[in-house]
Every structure is written in structure tokens, then in C-alpha cells.
């Protein structure tokens, strides 16, 4: 691959997260799925944040998580995302350009307000997240430069911002400009409920080739199967997408690529708090492996390093230096 | 005392905190005294949170602090304190009401932003704040209803809030009614360099018989009564004050009230994580037990479970139930 200023520029929701505890019997009075996301409006948003405990707020977003992750990594990264012009969109701004991440989209005004999602942190340290995408979802193709894509090494793409009908123009308009400038192009399916609400489309974009590496946990590979087994699954998938990366929680993480297939353990922690974030920073880990060539394994390794950072503490985003922590396996 | 509704009514800033790691190069090239805080404008607090790293937002202000240690202690209080109709300031009306805390004073637009306190933790656990007051010195007494302070048997008042003249004025005014209701006044010196801009003012108080309890660390007792041993120093005030509490950090603290003397050790931790909110949970745990009448000594002990609660993670206000951790103390 060319050398190029960007390893990784990164299409997801701008989101900021406001963290709080929940007990099991709250979740079941809210009709919550552990663990999953669901969309919810302003109305809902609003309501939902009166019945929660005290929170705390700190930037999130999937793929803008997995970019906090490459620059702490010390690899180079771009994100856009669309923010409102209000007191949250200056801490997702701020909190992603000071940790290096090049992130340019303008902030509008009169398209509802910066995202926020609403996360539940039960004692077992799972996260159910009620997001409100908010201005997130105006994404629009002009936010895409096809020049600053032709500048990265891979385009990571966010399946949560698949459902929306702008930011999923966006997505094909920044594919097209990978494809031109031979970018590789990534991919997270985010939730199995995602999956399922696109299923078919998916599946499309995958047989056009339009995806060189997918994401996905176990129940979301095998949504899109629609296969009981992740393995079977994944060797489905794998026909038509050149690698498939699945984490498996805290059984580690597989993946197959072309004859290839390597698996790693979970990396072991001290104590598990907050798991929101676990596959972005995984996510993370990978990419900069294979930003840097380093083969499967070392790749999914730098995943299994950084998904273990940022589950010890609450919110998705490191508080250690991961480059640090990943050692020489960087090198 | 008779029956009242609330244990304490606070009035004090109603602040976000916005909490990001720094090292000490960065403190020194910023020109800041470790440990302090100081006032900044808006453009100042716009040019540090640039120059920050990425951070994490909580509901914080002294008082509100403390009376969310009471909330979590499970004794009833009462806040008073100015908000915008921002973002920040749903925050932190969220925060504080999830908590059961009563607080009514409405949000006004035109007044600046909701305070925001930048706060910069170093490695060695100690937090350096630079604190936007924005909406927060916009209090004015309009905002204090005598009737409210009649119903608390303790009022508390944030001696950060005693540099501008509205809140001044507000706090006269909750003075006034307290005194007439039978409520005790407690007050905190919140910070050296605020006792050295109100010196002459603040032994006026004391003279005037206005406060029955004064909260001071080491450094704002010396400053105070301009004296370099700090029990000397308590003993000068003692003669004005009835109860005058002491904060010593890892030594513990004491309490003169009258001819009685009590002291206490700091409660053992695990690990020392970010020591803002310490002298604000202190003071929570002593007035419970000053609103239970449970004596000196045990309302100490009590506020130094609390503040050690507090210090072991990130965020000025407690994470694990207190009065849980107070056990039969507060019995």
C-alpha cells in the first residue's frame, strides 16, 4: 500500500454518552433487551434520562471509539460525523480532536440536537444502550471528501448509521471513493437488530465487493447467516468478504481471511466494570494491525489488548495509553 | 430542634465539572498553583479546554457535592443555585433531583452558560481547577425563599460563592432567615485564595454570631486566622465560632466545638484515584451526623468514610451507596 496520511478514517454517529447504573428490575420495567441498542426520539430521550439514576457524560460513538483507540494506538486517523451546534457537540469535538484525530465536519444548526445515548450499566458490567441519534442521523454525502478518503490506508464504516437514509448515502458515496483510490474498505455490523432491519442489503454489499474486512459478535454473524453456529456462520460470510473478524466476548475472538484463520483468548483483567466499548476498541486493535501488516494474529492480539483496556473502567473510550500497553507488538 | 423537612439546605455554585488527566509540565507552562482553583472567562475556559486532553463531565460545585453525599446518605436536602437553560444546566438539574435532592431554582436564559469547572487531575491524585462561573454567580436573593430555609435544621453555604455580590446578597438573605427560623449555619471556606480576597469580611461573620459551623482545610484556617500552625489557627477562630472542623487530608482532621475536642484518622483505601469532591464529602458526612446530633467524634468518622469514598475514583460525587459504608454510625 502507498504511504498515505491517514491509516484509518472512520464514518459513524457523533455521539456523546451519558453513563449511568441501573439495576436489572429497571431494565425489565423499560422493556430493555440487555445488552442491545434500540433507537429512541427526544421525547423518549427526555423521559428515559428523568427515570435514570445520576450519570456521567463522556464522548462516545462507535467508530469514533475505535479512532480514540488507533490514535492512542499512535496510528493516524480521521473521523466525520455529524454534531449540532450546542454545548455537546464542543465536548465530542473536543474530546476527539485532542486526542489527534482529524475531525472536520461543520456543525449545523436547526437539525435537532448533538446525539446522546442513554447507557445502563448493569452489576454484571453489561451495557443497554438507548441512543438518540438526533443530528447524527443528518449526515449528509457532502460531509464525504472522496480526496480525504483517497488519503486513507482503510474507510471504516458504522453499521449503527446504516439505517438512516443520509448517512447511508454517505457511506456509499466515501465506498465509491475507496474503491477509486484502492482504500480498503471496513466494516461494523454494531447490533444484531441492525442486521436484521438490512439484512438483504448487507448481503449486496458484500457479493459487489464492496467490503474488505467485517466486524461482528457472535449473535450479529449469526443474524446475518441466519445460522445457529458463529462458526458456520462466519465460514458462510467469508465466501464473499476477503476477512471476517468475530469477537466472542469473554471467550476471545476468531478470525478467517482467504485460507487463513487464527483465534486469540480474551486478554485477562483485574476486575470488569463497564463492557460498552469492548468491540470498538477491539475493532481498534485490528485495524491497526492491519494498517500495519501485521498478519492476523498480532492483529486480532491488539484487539483482544484494547477491548481488555477499556472494559476496567466506565465509558468506551481508553484511559491508559494503548500504545503502551500493546508493547512491541506494535513494532 | 423541631421536626424540620430538610436535614440541609445548600446554597452554593451549580457547576459541570469537565475532568481531564494532566501532568505536571502542563500545569507549571499553564501557570497553575496545583491543588487551588481559580476563576476564568469564557474565552480562557475556551483556550484551556483546547489545550486539554480528552475528558469526562459530572455534576459537581461544592455544596451540590455535599448535599448529593447527604442524598446518598440518606438524609433529605435542598439546593440552591443558578443554572442556564443549557444543555450543561439539564445536566446537572438531572443529576442532582435523581438523587432526591430538592432543587427549584429555575433555569434563566441571557446569563451566560451553566458554570463549567475544568478540572486537571496529575498523577499523584490532586485536582487543579479553573472554574467558569458563567450562570452560576447570576444568583441573585430572589432565588432564596425564607420559608424554605425554616424548614432546614442546617443551612450550608459555599464560600466559592462569596466573591460575587449577587450571591453574597443571596446568602445574607438565607443569613437572615436562618437566624429567625432557629436554622444553624454551617459554611465552608472552599479556598485559601477566597479567604484572602474576604478576610475582613469573613471575621465580620464570625463576629456577628452568623455561623455556628465553619469547614476549613490546613491552608484556609491558616489563611484565615493569618497564623502557621493550623490548630492554633482553629483555636483563634474557636473563640468566634461554635464548631469549627479542620480537614487534614491523609492525617484525618479535627473539631473544636466549645471545650470539647475530637480527631479523627483518614479511613484506609485501596487506591487514590482523584482527590476532588474530598473536603465536599467530608463536610457531608459531619453534618449528617451534626443533623442527627450524633457528636462530635461519630460525625467525623462519618466524614471521613464519605470523602474517602469519593477520592478512589474519577468525579466529585459518591458512586457507592454511603450509607451503606457508614453502617451503624449513623444509627
Known sequence: MPDRRLDVLAIGNAIVDVIADADDPFLASEGMHKGAMRLIDEAE?????????????????????????LASLGLSAGFIGQIADDQLGTIFTHDIR??????????????GATARCLILVTPDAQRTMNTFLGAAQMLEP?????????????????????????PRAAMYKAMDAARNAGTKVA???????????????????????????????????????EHDSAEEAALTVAADVPTVVVTQGPKGAFALSGPERANVPAEPIDSLVDTTGAGDLFAAGFLAGEARSLGLERSLRLGAICAAEVIQHYGAR???DLKTLAGDLLD
Open 98 to 111: 485532542s486526542l489527534g484525530v482529524a475531525f472536520e465536519t461543520p456543525a449545523h444548526s436547526g437539525i
Open 318 to 320: 481508553p484511559e491508559a
Open 45 to 69: 430521550a427526555a423521559r428515559l434520562y428523568d427515570a435514570m439514576g445520576p450519570a456521567r457524560e463522556a464522548s462516545g460513538g462507535s467508530a469514533a471509539n475505535t479512532v480514540a483507540g
Open 142 to 166: 457532502d460531509a464525504v471528501d472522496p480526496a480525504i478518503v483517497a488519503e486513507a490506508k482503510i474507510l471504516y464504516l458504522e453499521g449503527y448509521l446504516w439505517d438512516p437514509e443520509g
Open 187 to 225: 466494516f461494523t455490523l454494531s447490533d444484531s437488530f441492525v442486521v436484521d432491519r438490512h439484512r438483504d442489503n448487507l448481503w449486496e454489499l458484500f457479493r459487489q465487493s464492496r467490503i474488505d474486512i467485517l466486524f461482528a459478535n457472535e449473535a450479529e454473524i449469526m443474524s446475518l447467516a
